[in-house]
């Protein structure tokens, strides 16, 4: 139960490769959040559209009659009594990472760095403080405290989260067509309020599209893209979670 590339070759590819663009910019240039938000705008929309798709359907799994997200291996959180919000999902995926969803908004944290936090209706990557968060965040309000990257560091290690998280993302969907029947996703998608940017049985193609396309905006580099889109954090092809992650008991 390994990963086709660990989270520390992610970081070791990609902050080469951001700092290959860097060098190349002016000083003025180089501001932190306008770097990212430039960098950002190509997949900016596509990615917020993404994200909110995927939330509902994350939704949809969970209210499928055996929560979907469990059977991956989320461990859920349910709220207290008489407090409003979302529940939360929390995934390992390795020693060093962490995945937590909600109904609002998703996060990437890491051990020894900074995670990343991706609100719902806003595809703006934010700053979280190193280390997983607590559990119990059971509404959006609790992460006021987030912020954009202030250096060059944290806007590479934003950018290669969000590769990894997009990733993951594309590894869940990749996994609910292998288990699912075919038209299972294809009802989810009818029961949403909103038209579809994807058919359903692409939307795994589509996050790892979108992983691909922000490696572009850091370097021009196919082989990059191959890394980070393809094979970032990626599993064994199998019809158990099991099978493609670490459980907490082979830890």
Known sequence: MQFSQSPDFIRNQTIESGKTLMNTMTHSETSAPAHL?????????????????QLWCFGRDV??????LQQYGFEKHRLPPRVA????????VSREHRLTVWGYGIHWSAVHEGGLFLRRHAFSPRWTVPGHP??????????????SPRTEVECETLLRHL???????????????RTRPPEYRVDCLDRWHKESIVPATELASAWRELAAQNLTAIQQSPSEIHVWGRRGIRRNHGDSPADHFPSKNSK
Do not use: C, M
């Open 37 to 53: 938000n430039r960098l950002l705008s190509p997949i900016r929309l596509r990615g917020l559209r993404l994200l909110d798709l």
């Open 63 to 68: 209210k499928s009659g055996g929560d979907l």
């Open 85 to 92: 919000g979302s529940p939360e999902y929390v995934f390992e």
């Open 134 to 147: 607590p559990h119990g965040r059971w509404h959006v309000d609790l992460w006021r405290k987030t912020r």
């Open 163 to 177: 590769g990894n998280l997009t990733s993951a993302l594309a590894d869940y969907e990749e996994w609910i067509q």
